[in-house]
C-alpha cells in the first residue's frame, strides 16, 4: 500500500520538528563536552587544538540553535524545504564529527590515563546523546558515528599512548 505524499510529507515534518528541539536542546551539553575537552587539550599544551575544538564547537552549537529558530515552529513545509533542512542537519554533523576526529587525533593521544578515559565516556555520551535525536531524520547519526568512533577506533590501534585494541574492538562493534 502506497502512503498518499502528503501524509508522507507531514510524517516527515513532524520527525524534523522533534529532531530540530532535540538538537537545540543537545547544545548544553556539547558546549560541556567541548569545553571541557578544550580544557583537556589545553592542559596537554595542544593549544591549537583546543582553539579548535572550542571554535568548531560553538559553530556547531550556534548553527543548531538556528535551525531550531528558523524551523523549529514552521507548521507548512514543502518537500524540498525539509530536503535542505536534512542537508543542513547532516552538514551540522559532520562538521561536529570532523571537531572530534581533530580532538581525537590532536588531545586524546595527550592525556593522562584518567583524562583519556573520561574523554572516551564523553565520546560514548556523545554518542548516545545523538542517537536520541540525529537517528530519525537523514543519515546524520551515521555521519557523525562513523567519524566519532573511526577516529576512536583508529588512535586505539595507531597511538601507543592510548593503544588499546579491546577499546578499538569494542568501539568498532558498539558503533555497528
Do not use: K
Not at 520527525?15 to 547544545?27: G, P
Not at 575544538?53 to 523549529?72: E, F, I, K
Not at 570532523?98 to 564523553?122: D, G, N, R
Not at 554518542?127 to 547519526?141: D, I, L
Amino acid at each position: 500500500m502506497h502512503t498518499p505524499d502528503g501524509i508522507d510529507t507531514e510524517i516527515q515534518r513532524r520527525l524534523l520538528q522533534v529532531t530540530l528541539r532535540n538538537s537545540a536542546r543537545s547544545v548544553v551539553l556539547l558546549m560541556v563536552a567541548v569545553v571541557f575537552i578544550a580544557w583537556l587539550g589545553w592542559r596537554a599544551d595542544m593549544r591549537s587544538g583546543a582553539v579548535l575544538t572550542l571554535v568548531m564547537g560553538l559553530v556547531v552549537a550556534g548553527w543548531r540553535v538556528s535551525l531550531q529558530r528558523r524551523y523549529g515552529g514552521v507548521e507548512a513545509l514543502s518537500r524540498q524545504r525539509i530536503a535542505g533542512i536534512v542537508r543542513e542537519l547532516e552538514l551540522n554533523a559532520v562538521l561536529v564529527g570532523l571537531m572530534w576526529v581533530m580532538a581525537t587525533v590532536l588531545i586524546y593521544p595527550l592525556l593522562p590515563p584518567t583524562s583519556a578515559t573520561v574523554y572516551v565516556v564523553i565520546v560514548c555520551g556523545s554518542v548516545a546523546t545523538a542517537a536520541f535525536f540525529m537517528s530519525m531524520v537523514g543519515r546524520s547519526f551515521e555521519l557523525l558515528m562513523t567519524l566519532q568512533l573511526g577516529a576512536l577506533v583508529a588512535m586505539s590501534l595507531l597511538a601507543t599512548p592510548v593503544a588499546s585494541v579491546p577499546l578499538a574492538v569494542l568501539a568498532a562493534v558498539f558503533g555497528v
